[in-house]
């Protein structure tokens, strides 16, 4: 089992900035994909950011230029760094690892931007 805890979230107001930290521990064999995903009210969960062992990166199209992932493998640590940060971009954001082919969520950790 492998738990991961999101820390970071808050109120930021419109065109400020946030950190998120994402802490994998337990029974981790090797961490492949690390990500961030967001889910607001009534919506699916989206991917806002993704990033693999060797540091290939995706970003949804609304967050490239604003937001940085990155990762500390000897730390099994992902960050999500959040620039230019919009009222749109509230939402519960959630850190994902997957090890060997298993699927882990954090619990989420809010964010909200003010207009």
């Known amino acids: 089992q492998v738990q991961l805890v999101e820390s970071g979230g808050g109120l930021v107001e419109f065109g400020g900035s946030l950190t998120l930290s994402c802490a994998a521990s337990g029974s981790i064999f090797s961490i492949n994909n690390m990500g961030w995903y967001r889910q607001t009210p009534g919506k699916q969960r989206e991917l806002v950011a993704a990033i693999l062992t060797r540091g290939n990166t995706d970003y949804a199209d609304s967050v490239k230029g604003r937001f940085t992932i990155s990762r500390d493998n000897t730390k099994n640590m992902v960050y999500l760094h959040m620039n230019g940060l919009k009222p749109e971009d509230t939402a519960v954001y959630y850190c994902?690892?997957?090890?060997?082919?298993?699927?882990?969520w954090g619990q989420g950790t809010q964010v909200t931007v003010s207009s």
């Open positions: 994902k690892a997957v090890d060997q082919g298993r699927v882990y």
